[in-house]
């Protein structure tokens, strides 16, 4: 048995605490993942896959998709359907999926959503299905603490606990110190047109285990299902998912 697979035995087994507050297993998983990253600025992480399989973790991930509610993919499967006919045996499917390697994420499909304060203008949402976004969630429950521990404490875009409030609190706060100058910038079409090859790259600075790797890649490459044809897209994050940022 490895040392990593020794520790992450040792966290099951125990009740671990952080500040003083018991934590339940799944909170201990991400907690140990961060600071093991913190600690390791330079830290690859191996073994990571095994963790979404847990069935703590995939409820866990059920809790959430099941909390945000959302419109059914291109399985027309609903949040609901999938209550009423038993969820133990959903995620029981889902998690022999994933251990057996015959998980493939469907295609999305496509609504288009008017766009705040600018009449006549839509944005593209790209809608998974029940199952995918249970996947999704898991995964980044076990994801993004890792890459959490890298950033800064000045960003605050698409972070856990932190919002655009933040941001302006933190800009009256350095205006209130005497700071003048504020720098607005954006880069057109960010997320639509990110390379999925640069994207994975950054992902393997800090995750080399294979299976998840693979796991990112094939939602990247997840096609769109619009008119009756899937495209398969060459770049970008479609957005609309527990894995890519919010609609804006």
Not at 15 to 42: F, H, M, S
Not at 190 to 213: E, K, N, T, Y
């Amino acid at each position: 048995m490895s040392a990593e697979t020794a520790s992450s035995t040792r966290r099951e087994e125990g009740v671990a605490r952080w500040d003083g507050r018991p934590l339940d297993k799944v909170r201990a998983l991400q907690w140990t993942l961060y600071r093991c990253a913190k600690q390791d600025p330079e830290r690859r992480f191996h073994a990571l896959y095994g963790h979404i399989l847990r069935r703590d973790v995939l409820w866990r991930a059920w809790s959430g998709v099941c909390a945000n509610r959302g419109a059914p993919g291109v399985d027309g499967l609903t949040v609901d359907a999938v209550a009423a006919s038993g969820v133990e045996e959903f995620l029981q499917d889902l998690s022999q999926q994933l251990r057996a390697g015959t998980y493939r994420p469907s295609s999305l499909r496509r609504v288009m959503i008017p766009k705040p304060g600018r009449p006549g203008e839509f944005r593209p949402l790209s809608i998974p299905t029940v199952a995918d976004r249970v996947v999704m969630t898991a995964a980044k429950l076990v994801l993004e603490p890792i890459f959490e521990a890298d950033f800064l404490p000045v960003s605050y875009g698409f972070r856990p606990k932190r919002s655009a409030i933040d941001a302006c609190e933190s800009v009256r706060v350095e205006a209130n110190r005497g700071r003048e100058w504020v720098l607005e910038a954006d880069i057109r079409d960010c997320f639509g047109s990110i390379r999925h090859d640069a994207l994975v790259d950054q992902a393997a600075r800090r995750v080399v285990d294979r299976s998840m790797l693979k796991l990112i890649r094939g939602w990247l490459r997840i096609g769109v299902l619009e008119d009756g044809a899937t495209g398969s897209p060459g770049a970008g994050t479609p957005q609309g998912s527990p894995v890519t940022p919010p609609t804006q």
